[in-house]
């Protein structure tokens, strides 16, 4: 089979990774101040003091529009800690999780609802965090405020239709990290809630602007309260959007933008999938 046939074949089922190594060696190579790095859907990597960190990443489906721009195998050395903010797979993803798991350098923060599908990978207790809301917690020197993430559905709805819906709006989280001199609000996957508009000092946020999350209305909302210095959209651009999907797989980025003021819009910064961005 010609190799371009290959080449193929490999980059629909999600295996080919753009720009390759670019990526982990622009990781690796950053000393100075606190970066971040979009992988794709809810996807960071935040780099400071000498700590990587993640964010729901999601780097084993084989759904994605595009290739991946880093994989698991490269991040497993370099990842000190792996934020997980809810049970669903583009967030929870659990061959991204076993590959991080098979090196010995990255710690777990997995909510509640998803250590039923991460006991099956045998990770030892000590590399694993258990955070609730409203519960402040300290893992590799790096402060995390957790809070809640009420998951949304189709057509603007709170998710109901899971079993085992309380227990994750009990424990599924968004996060505050205390990293690299700044304040970086990460909501998850969440409709906007009170919590969200009475929270401080917030340097970054990342933003998701679905149906199923806070959508563009919402989205300004807590964009104008908050005041972020630096904005950052993401779930979009990602996946192969269907029908039965596009509720969260599409994303609104531009059209967010442009109903945010003239000042928030320098402060809004919507990244490539593999672009890194220095936050000052």
Same mark, same amino acid.
């Given at each position: 089979?010609?190799?371009?046939?290959?080449?193929?074949?490999?980059?629909?089922?999600?295996?080919?990774?753009?720009?390759?190594?670019?990526?982990?060696?622009?990781?690796?190579?950053?000393?100075?101040?606190?970066?971040?790095?979009?992988?794709?859907?809810?996807?960071?990597?935040? +780099?400071?003091?000498?700590?990587?960190?993640?964010?729901?990443?999601?780097?084993?489906?084989?759904?994605?529009?595009?290739?991946?721009?880093?994989?698991?195998?490269?991040?497993?050395?370099?990842?000190?800690?792996?934020?997980?903010?809810?049970?669903?797979?583009?967030?929870?993803?659990?061959?991204?999780?076993?590959?991080?798991?098979?090196?010995?350098?990255?710690?777990?923060?997995?909510?509640?609802?998803?250590?039923?599908?991460?006991?099956?990978?045998?990770?030892?207790?000590?590399?694993?965090?258990?955070?609730?809301?409203?519960?402040?917690?300290?893992? +590799?020197?790096?402060?995390?405020?957790?809070?809640?993430?009420?998951?949304?559905?189709?057509?603007?709805?709170?998710?109901?239709?899971?079993?085992?819906?309380?227990?994750?709006?009990?424990?599924?989280?968004? !996060?505050?990290?205390?990293?690299?001199? +700044?304040?970086?609000?990460?909501?998850?996957?969440?409709?906007?809630?009170?919590?969200?508009?009475?929270?401080?000092?917030?340097?970054?946020?990342?933003?998701?602007?679905?149906?199923?999350?806070?959508?563009?209305?919402?989205?300004?909302?807590?964009?104008?309260?908050?005041?972020?210095?630096?904005?950052?959209?993401?779930?979009?651009?990602? !996946?192969?959007?269907?029908?039965?999907?596009?509720?969260?797989? +599409?994303? !609104?980025?531009?059209?967010?933008?442009?109903?945010?003021?003239?000042?928030?819009?320098?402060? !809004?910064?919507?990244?490539?999938?593999?672009?890194?961005?220095?936050?000052?």
């Amino acid at each position: 089979m010609p190799l371009r046939v290959l080449l193929w074949i490999a980059c629909v089922a999600g295996l080919c990774f753009a720009q390759e190594g670019r990526v982990v060696d622009e990781v690796k190579a950053h000393r100075d101040g606190l970066a971040v790095w979009w992988v794709g859907n809810a996807g960071w990597l935040i +780099k400071a003091d000498g700590l990587l960190i993640g964010t729901d990443l999601d780097l084993g489906t084989a759904e994605r529009a595009a290739p991946l721009v880093v994989s698991a195998a490269e991040l497993a050395p370099e990842l000190d800690v792996a934020f997980v903010s809810h049970h669903h797979g583009d967030h929870c993803n659990i061959p991204t999780i076993r590959t991080l798991a098979q090196g010995t350098r990255t710690t777990f923060v997995l909510p509640r609802p998803c250590l039923k599908q991460a006991a099956k990978l045998a990770i030892p207790e000590a590399r694993i965090v258990v955070p609730e809301p409203g519960r402040p917690f300290e893992v +590799k020197g790096i402060r995390v405020e957790p809070v809640h993430a009420i998951h949304g559905n189709q057509e603007f709805t709170v998710l109901t239709r899971e079993p085992d819906f309380v227990e994750s709006i009990a424990h599924n989280c968004g !996060y505050v990290f205390n990293f690299g001199g +700044k304040r970086l609000f990460h909501p998850g996957d969440s409709v906007l809630t009170e919590e969200h508009l009475g929270l401080k000092n917030i340097d970054v946020l990342f933003i998701s602007p679905t149906v199923h999350n806070m959508y563009i209305d919402r989205s300004m909302i807590l964009i104008n309260r908050l005041q972020p210095a630096y904005i950052f959209p993401q779930h979009f651009g990602t !996946y192969r959007e269907t029908d039965e999907n596009r509720f969260w797989t +599409k994303g !609104y980025p531009d059209e967010l933008k442009l109903r945010l003021s003239a000042d928030l819009q320098k402060r !809004y910064h919507k990244l490539r999938q593999g672009e890194k961005f220095t936050v000052r």
